[in-house]
Each structure stands twice: as structure tokens, then as C-alpha cells.
């Protein structure tokens, strides 16, 4: 495990204690009863967002994915996420996109909209206690976790993509992405689509996967490059003990050739080790 991944351990433990804490003390009903009741819910087909927020929305996040990867096929730029770091976090996000619906296949959890308080025939059960082949709520399940969340949460590995050049851009990338999660998981609370844990663990898994999964992947180049500065400190830190050391070292070279051969091998090993480090970092900088 990276410095990375260890520094958000904590926090995806607090973010997960305290939705915890949110389905025990009741907030998704108390909630969902502020919103809807035995009626249904008044925003289930209002067109902001059932047309706006949930299909278009669901549209919007398909045309960034497309946009993503056009970008991704791009020329490497200076001071920008290499080729292959963006296709990397192209393809996490994309497979983000494709594990919460597998993972919704086998919930049983049904929707607020199915359950009998509003409207429907299911009873209320805990979405941990409705998984297959286990006994589900009564209604048609697949609800958990928030399946339209995921269009805007998917694109959280873009953050550690920008993070390892540009923390500025990383931060409004991060910003977009949650701003939009959050839009689109209001829309689909107000419908009556999903309780809010149901957004709430999309947001979590989202997060976590980045977090344990990005870094890895594409932390791995500014790691090296960094080992690559250390190792220009340490020759430049060589060089000036060898200016310093000069005096006594010509003194000795007039009285012993020897010395004189060894100080030449010395200037060649490390004129060499410059060569290729300055080789290594110019292919880091153009891997794609």
C-alpha cells in the first residue's frame, strides 16, 4: 500500500461509520416520507427530473466518457497526464460504470417507490439484509446501490490523474464530479428512485476504488521521477565535495598517476550515470 492509499484509509473509514450511523438512526425514511407519501412522490415524473437530471444526466455522462477517451487518444502535453495515465483512468472509470449495475443485479433491495408507504407492495428491510439468494423485501429489488449516481461518481479517478501534475486542475475536476453526483443523486431522492445511503455507498465505493486503485496505477511515474531528483541531488552533492577536495586531489595527482587515472575513471562513471538518468526521465516524460 502506497502513502496514498494509507492517508485515505481513515477517512473512507470515518465516510463509511458515518453513513452507518445514517441508516441506523433512520435518516433514509425520515427523508423519504418528507418527500413522498402514500400517493407516491410528486417529483417522480416531473420533467426537471425524470427528463433533465435522470435521462439527461445519463446522456451527459456517455458523451464525457466518449470525450474522455478522444482526450485520451491525444499527443502527450508538457506539465499534462501522459497517454497511458489517462487511458488508465479511463478505463477505471469505465469499469466503475459497469460494477455498481452488477452489483445492483444482486440486491433485492427494492426503491422507495416500491415500498408500501408510498404506494407500493414491498415492506422496508435493510438493503444488507436483501442480497441473493436470501429472501428479499417484497418487491422487484435491484435498487442498491444508486445505479444513476455512478455517471457523475465514475469519474472520481480523474482526480488522482490530475493530482500527480496539476493539483489546481485536480481540485475542479473534483469539485465537477461531486457537484454533479450530488445533482443527480437529488434528482433521483425526489423521484422516489433511491434513499440516500443508497447514493451515498455509490459515492463511498467510487471513492475507494480510486483511492486503492489509482495511485497505484498512476502514482507509479512521479514516484520515479522523484527517485530521479534524488539522484541529481546526491551527484550535484558528490560534485561539490569534489570541488572541495580539488586542491588536495591535484595535489596528489602531481606525485601519484594512479590518482590521476582514478580521477578520470570517476568523472566518466559519473558523466555516464547523468546520461542515462537524463535518458530515463525524458522516456518518463514521453511514455503514453
Do not use: N
Request: hydrophobic content about 50%; proline content about 5%; charged content about 15%.
Amino acid at each position: 500500500m502506497t502513502p496514498r492509499q494509507a492517508s485515505q484509509g481513515p477517512a473512507l473509514l470515518a465516510a463509511a461509520l458515518l453513513i452507518l450511523a445514517w441508516e441506523a438512526l433512520g435518516g433514509d425514511l425520515w427523508v423519504a416520507h418528507r418527500l413522498g407519501g402514500a400517493a407516491g412522490f410528486p417529483w417522480r415524473h416531473h420533467w426537471l427530473t425524470e427528463t433533465v437530471l435522470h435521462e439527461g444526466g445519463r446522456a451527459l455522462s456517455g458523451v464525457a466518457l466518449v470525450l474522455w477517451a478522444a482526450w485520451a487518444m491525444g499527443p502527450q502535453t508538457e506539465g499534462r497526464p501522459s497517454r497511458r495515465e489517462r487511458w488508465r483512468a479511463w478505463v477505471l472509470s469505465l469499469g466503475l460504470l459497469l460494477l455498481v449495475p452488477a452489483i445492483k443485479r444482486l440486491s433485492l433491495a427494492s426503491c422507495p417507490w416500491d415500498m408500501h408507504d408510498f404506494g407500493g407492495a414491498a415492506r422496508y428491510v435493510s438493503h444488507w439484509l436483501s442480497w441473493w439468494p436470501a429472501q428479499g423485501d417484497g418487491g422487484p429489488g435491484h435498487c442498491f446501490p444508486a445505479g444513476h449516481a455512478t455517471a457523475a461518481f465514475a469519474f472520481l479517478p480523474g482526480v488522482w490523474m490530475w493530482a500527480a501534475h496539476d493539483r489546481r486542475m485536480a481540485m475542479r475536476w473534483a469539485l465537477a464530479v461531486v457537484s454533479a453526483g450530488v445533482l443527480l443523486s437529488l434528482g433521483q431522492t425526489l423521484r422516489g428512485a433511491h434513499f440516500v445511503s443508497h447514493h451515498l455507498w455509490t459515492a463511498w465505493l467510487c471513492w475507494a476504488c480510486s483511492a486503492m486503485l489509482a495511485p497505484r496505477r498512476l502514482a507509479r511515474a512521479p514516484a520515479v521521477i522523484r527517485d530521479a531528483q534524488s539522484l541529481d541531488a546526491c551527484t550535484h552533492l558528490t560534485s561539490l565535495a569534489g570541488a572541495a577536495a580539488q586542491p588536495w586531489q591535484q595535489q596528489e595527482a602531481r606525485t601519484d598517476p594512479g590518482l590521476r587515472r582514478w580521477r578520470h575513471q570517476c568523472r566518466w562513471l559519473f558523466g555516464r550515470a547523468s546520461i542515462h538518468l537524463a535518458h530515463d526521465r525524458h522516456r518518463l516524460g514521453d511514455r503514453r
